[in-house]
């Protein structure tokens, strides 16, 4: 699966946000609500003016031509979301590791090696070969022995689903995290009379 390339960072994005629960009004008025809390996240970025100028022109119709593609295929990309490349304490430097299998539920245990600072509430992380990624709740317990950070527990969002735990020993990435993703909706640009490209919009949603 290939990344998302970037040729233009957008100007604006949207923090990501997970997809509500869906709520229908019974006879009664009571709501009746479903989770879709493995939805996945989504969020939009807003592009600023698209360059048409002679050293710009091939790049801009290529990425146009780019979005407007994986738009229409559908096609599954790795995607970092640019406002949560690196976690809230960075720098962090150490590894960290599923700790135990058969895990359900809002946490995870972890086993970390030489990690220097905790991560904490805000911070995403994502777990070889699972798909999703997990948002941090709560700080990480702050248990250290010999100046590093011992097994502790993270307390994540979306819960893990019962039969769907990660592999013990997986590695788990913090910084970097890459949400696997798919261009939900496409607003393209239209050309002002000065020849730039104005108003692309890209919203991106997460498959888990």
């Avoid at 290529?62 to 640019?82: C, D, E, G, N, Q």
């Avoid at 490349?85 to 995870?108: E, F, K």
């Avoid at 709560?138 to 893990?160: Q, V």
Wanted: aromatic share 10%; proline share 5%.
């Amino acid at each position: 699966m290939s990344d998302f390339v970037r040729t233009y960072d957008p100007s604006y994005a949207t923090a990501p946000e997970h997809i509500p629960a869906l709520t229908s009004p019974g006879q009664t008025g009571k709501s009746q609500v479903r989770g879709t809390a493995h939805q996945g996240v989504i969020w939009k970025e807003e592009y600023g003016a698209l360059e048409t100028t002679s050293s710009k022109l091939a790049a801009t119709r290529k990425f146009l031509s780019y979005v407007a593609r994986l738009y229409h295929l559908k096609t599954i990309f790795t995607i970092s979301h640019l406002g949560l490349l690196v976690p809230i304490n960075d720098p962090v430097s150490g590894s960290i590791v599923v700790n135990g299998s058969s895990q359900t539920g809002d946490t995870l245990t972890v086993t970390p090696s030489s990690l220097t600072k905790q991560l904490l509430e805000g911070d995403i992380i994502s777990i070889a070969d699972y798909n999703t990624v997990f948002f941090l709740q709560e700080d990480m317990a702050a248990t250290m022995s010999g100046g590093f950070y011992t097994d502790t527990t993270l307390k994540i969002f979306p819960l893990i689903l019962s039969g769907n735990s990660p592999v013990d020993g997986k590695a788990i990435t913090y910084s970097g995290v890459k949400f696997r993703c798919l261009i939900d909706q496409l607003d393209m640009p239209t050309l002002d009379s000065n020849g730039w490209y104005q108003g692309l919009s890209i919203t991106f949603k997460e498959c888990p």
